[in-house]
């Protein structure tokens, strides 16, 4: 049962949309020349297709991460691929083990997700694997901090309860210490159905660097804005100006409807490659079935998470990504953490790529937008851009 709860849980993870408002222009001056032929190969091949990450450093310098090839993709701040790293263990015997994409540099060794084994691996622009650091906890999200620290989102398993928090991690000493956890039930209630909307209460928080001084840790499912304070070590708490979304029950009927349809047609494989077709034509039977004992239970209206996602925006201001409500919609709030309040609700659009805004594939940065986007109108030609803003 839980292998189907986790189906459908990534299934969320990350969404294809379409845009208004903000025009995301393409600058013509970056990723230019023979760049293009090298991502028209890599776009007929699906290597691009299959980038697990895209990191722009604070030089302005970016890295796509294959982690599945051991290759990392080095460009510079013009967008010019320099060089593919792999990376590598002094002696030549030992191997890196279950690669993670790159998410930032801790003096001019980039470093890695923390893999199955908790490892975390440092390494320079040749690809030599300097430092490793293990840690005890899944991490699913990191941000390099100054004076050699790295923000962590982490979670362990408890026996009836997952326990999620964020913790800083001294790379000198091999050190955390824990600023913010929480806990959530991690049994699931014996029934015989599911209510799809549920799936779209969010539950991951989302950390955003606003300054060398300041995390903020934004919790979707209640509003909450933490703030943490580095030179006073203490957590400022604040909440978002704005009402989540609300769907009535005719709106959770009608998703549930189209839910139920859209399973008994396909039913993507998200959580295994190798999981036999009988397995999940088991999944499949099991979940629309689940589906459709729900439609009963759907009485009453239901508040979704105040976002989807939150990301870093330009200066100390933070996006926070509302609840899609058809597809082709990317609303967001502009918050300003200084001013405390919700400057501006926009949405983004590009005439020439389909917008994928996930945190892997679109970064704000200096005033640009860089993504790994899909080209209109092609059936997956990806490309390395940055837009500017109009």
């Known amino acids: 049962m839980k292998k189907l709860f986790l189906i459908l849980t990534l299934a969320f993870a990350s969404y294809i949309v379409d845009a208004q408002t903000i025009n995301l222009v393409k600058d013509n001056s970056y990723a230019i020349t023979e760049d293009s032929d090298f991502f028209d190969a890599l776009g007929q091949a699906g290597t691009l297709y299959n980038a697990k990450k895209l990191t722009?450093?604070?030089?302005?310098?970016?890295?796509?991460?294959?982690?599945?090839?051991?290759?990392?993709?080095?460009?510079?701040?013009?967008?010019?691929?320099?060089?593919?790293?792999?990376?590598?263990?002094?002696?030549?015997?030992?191997?890196?083990?279950?690669?993670?994409?790159?998410?930032?540099?801790?003096?001019?060794?980039?470093?890695?997700?923390?893999?199955?084994?908790?490892i975390i691996y440092f390494f320079n622009d040749n690809g030599l694997i300097v430092k490793d650091i293990t840690i005890d906890f899944s991490s699913h999200e990191m941000i390099p901090l100054a004076n050699n620290k790295i923000a962590l989102f982490g979670g362990t398993s408890w026996t009836k309860q997952w326990r999620y928090f964020v913790a800083i991690l001294d790379v000198n000493t091999e050190k955390y210490h824990?600023?913010?956890?929480?806990?959530?039930?991690?049994?699931?209630?014996?029934?015989?159905?599911?209510?799809?909307?549920?799936?779209?209460?969010?539950?991951?928080?989302?950390?955003?660097?606003?300054?060398?001084?300041?995390?903020?840790?934004?919790?979707?499912?209640?509003?909450?804005?933490?703030?943490?304070?580095?030179?006073?070590?203490?957590?400022?708490?604040?909440?978002?100006?704005?009402?989540?979304?609300?769907?009535?029950?005719?709106?959770?009927?009608?998703?549930?409807?189209?839910?139920?349809?859209?399973?008994?047609?396909?039913?993507?494989?998200?959580?295994?490659?190798?999981?036999?077709?009988?397995?999940?034509?088991?999944?499949?039977?099991e979940f629309v079935q689940r589906l459709e004992n729900g439609m009963n239970y759907i009485t009453e209206p239901l508040t979704l998470s105040w976002f989807t996602s939150a990301m870093k925006g330009n200066g100390d201001n933070i996006i926070f990504f509302e609840y899609i409500e058809e597809a082709g919609k990317n609303s967001f709030h502009t918050y300003s953490v200084n001013q405390n309040k919700t400057i501006s609700q926009n949405s983004f659009q590009s005439a020439d790529f389909d917008l994928s805004i996930t945190k892997n594939r679109f970064v704000i940065h200096n005033g640009y937008v860089y993504g790994i986007q899909k080209v209109k109108g092609s059936e997956n030609e990806l490309r390395l851009v940055r837009f500017e803003m109009k």
Do not use: C
């Open 56 to 118: 722009v450093f604070d030089d302005g310098t970016a890295m796509i991460s294959h982690t599945n090839e051991n290759r990392y993709s080095l460009f510079d701040k013009n967008g010019k691929h320099l060089k593919d790293i792999e990376i590598y263990f002094e002696d030549g015997k030992k191997k890196p083990f279950n690669l993670q994409p790159v998410f930032g540099k801790i003096n001019n060794l980039y470093f890695t997700g923390n893999n199955s084994q908790g």
């Open 178 to 285: 824990i600023i913010y956890d929480d806990f959530e039930d991690s049994t699931f209630p014996k029934n015989d159905y599911t209510i799809y909307a549920k799936r779209l209460i969010n539950h991951r928080i989302d950390m955003i660097k606003i300054s060398d001084n300041v995390l903020a840790i934004a919790i979707p499912d209640n509003g909450k804005l933490l703030l943490y304070n580095f030179i006073e070590s203490n957590l400022i708490e604040k909440k978002l100006d704005w009402k989540p979304k609300t769907l009535s029950v005719e709106e959770q009927q009608k998703m549930q409807s189209e839910a139920i349809e859209k399973y008994k047609k396909e039913f993507p494989n998200w959580s295994s490659d190798d999981m036999d077709p009988q397995t999940i034509a088991e999944l499949q039977q």
